[in-house]
């Protein structure tokens, strides 16, 4: 299993050991990554170099110890108090990083998924990064529901801007997948109908999704 949090010293201390198996510049480009100089997803290297590396454990686990502890600051920038959950499923592993947000006019806190980093797919060295982002909220719903809505839309979508500029992700064209709409029945006289679409970025090894909710609620006749 990769370990994320793998501390910087120990990444260090492995790269300095197989230091023989890169080229100079390679070996620069993975300690400048451990380092959080840069993400792992800026072109410093040429997508043949990094095919090259994608199937070399080591440069996984730098990837991804690159891409957590980015979001991991791009979150603490965003003033947030962060609540991280880890799972391990029988396909993958995944961290899920949670946000804490006060709606205006309320003394009570709400917690809203702002992104997971999902990784080790049966194996495959693939990571998986999905970051949700919040439409709106209309339809026959309190305003306490409208205003916790806007708090994790507002949230999401500042991480949102931070991720493509931090990540460059503007650079990778992305495709459009098919909307979803589900209906939840909450009560027997309220019913959600949720939209979803998804936004998907690919380059070698990582993969960005971009989750779009969007809420309406309905009164059952």
């Keep these: 299993m990769a370990n994320i949090l793998e501390r910087k010293e ?3 201390q492995i790269l300095l050991a197989n230091k023989n198996n890169f080229t100079t510049e390679l070996f620069d480009y993975l300690n400048s990554l451990i380092e959080l100089e840069f993400a792992v997803t800026k072109d410093y290297i040429s997508i043949k170099e990094r095919e090259s590396l994608i199937e070399n454990d080591l440069y996984y686990q730098i990837a991804l110890y690159n891409i957590y502890h980015i979001i991991d600051r791009l979150l603490t920038n965003l003033n947030t108090t962060k609540f991280i959950s880890f799972d391990e ?5 995944s961290y899920e990083m949670q946000g804490l947000v006060k709606p205006p006019c309320s003394d009570e806190y709400i917690l809203c998924r702002l992104i997971r980093i999902l990784y ?3 194996e495959y060295k693939n990571i998986s990064i999905i970051n949700d982002i919040y439409l709106s909220c209309d ?3 309190s305003q306490k529901i409208k205003d916790e809505f806007l708090e994790k839309s507002a949230m999401s979508h500042k991480l949102h801007t931070l991720l493509l500029q931090e ?3 503007e ?3 992305f495709e459009s997948m098919s909307p979803v709409t589900n209906t939840k029945e909450i009560n027997r006289n309220l019913r959600i109908i949720r939209k979803e679409q998804k936004l998907v970025r690919t380059m070698p090894g990582i993969t960005f999704t971009h989750q779009l909710h969007q809420d309406y609620y309905l009164k059952n006749k």
Excluded: A
């Design 10 to 12: 120990e990444l260090k």
């Design 89 to 93: 499923f029988s396909n993958n592993d």
């Design 120 to 122: 080790n797919f049966n």
């Design 139 to 141: 339809g026959n719903v």
């Design 167 to 169: 990540l460059s992700l």
């Design 171 to 173: 650079k990778i064209p």
